[in-house]
T-cell receptor
Framework: QKEVEQDPGPLSVPEGAIVSLNCTYS??????FMWYRQYSRKGPELLMY????GNKEDGRFTAQVDKSSKYISLFIRDSQPSDSATYLC???????????FGSGTKLNVKP | EAGVAQSPRYKIIEKRQSVAFWCNPI?????LYWYQQILGQGPKLLIQ????????DSQLPKDRFSAERLKGVDSTLKIQPAKLEDSAVYLC??????????????FGPGTRLTVL
């Protein structure tokens, strides 16, 4: 079993739609949860960072962590064509533990 | 603030040749990571440095891959000899001071390696 599972998509939505991206994980020691956006031929760019359970909002983006279910989500409201990219979830147990990445979900927002 | 710099951006070599990649992290970032990202997959950690000491190299194929971080700043990753399956993007990332797992990683643009 992989440490982190993520549906690879692709996910295609019309402009303005609400997008839901998800990851599940198996290691209950993970405490730090991140979402990265990666455009084609670019390095990953940090979008959201959450410690432990709960919600975090930043503009059109909301990150949710449910540690009891080992499930994290990223919601994108009012999606734009510029949101078209691959979204990677990542997590870590902290204290110099390494980061584990999902395989990425490719999102296409159609104008 | 300047980001993580990597060079070269692209490299094409034949199998059994050697290749080296260079990374300059964000100024003041103590932790440096090298990742391998194969097309369609998430980044896989190869090696993690804290200053110039190795924290984790458990997934580094040590028979062919080596990495160093002299003086705790720049880092180089070398592959010798390269295999076809080494074709991937090699990403360098750095983290600011503090507990490495609690801090975020900032990625460079990557080096795209093609082994023929």
């Amino acid at each position: 079993q992989k440490e982190v599972e993520q549906d690879p998509g692709p996910l295609s939505v019309p402009e303005g739609a609400i997008v839901s991206l998800n990851c599940t994980y198996s290691n209950s020691a993970f405490q730090y949860f991140m979402w990265y956006r990666q455009y084609s031929r670019k390095g990953p760019e940090l979008l959201m960072y959450t410690y432990s359970s709960g919600n975090k909002e930043d503009g059109r983006f909301t990150a949710q962590v449910d540690k009891s279910s080992k499930y994290i989500s990223l919601f994108i409201r009012d999606s734009q064509p510029s949101d078209s990219a691959t979204y990677l979830c990542a997590m870590s147990g902290g204290n110099f533990n390494k980061f584990y990445f999902g395989s990425g979900t490719k999102l296409n927002v159609k104008p | 603030e300047a980001g993580v710099a990597q060079s070269p951006r692209y490299k094409i070599i034949e199998k059994r040749q050697s290749v080296a990649f260079w990374c300059n992290p964000i100024s003041g970032h103590a932790t440096l990571y090298w990742y391998q990202q194969i097309l369609g997959q998430g980044p896989k950690l190869l090696i993690q440095f804290q200053n110039n000491g190795v924290v984790d190299d458990s997934q580094l194929p040590k028979d062919r891959f080596s990495a160093e971080r002299l003086k705790g700043v720049d880092s180089t990753l070398k592959i010798q000899p390269a295999k076809l399956e080494d074709s991937a993007v090699y990403l360098c990332a750095s983290s600011p001071p503090g507990l490495a797992g609690s801090d975020t990683q900032y990625f460079g643009p990557g080096t795209r390696l093609t082994v023929l």
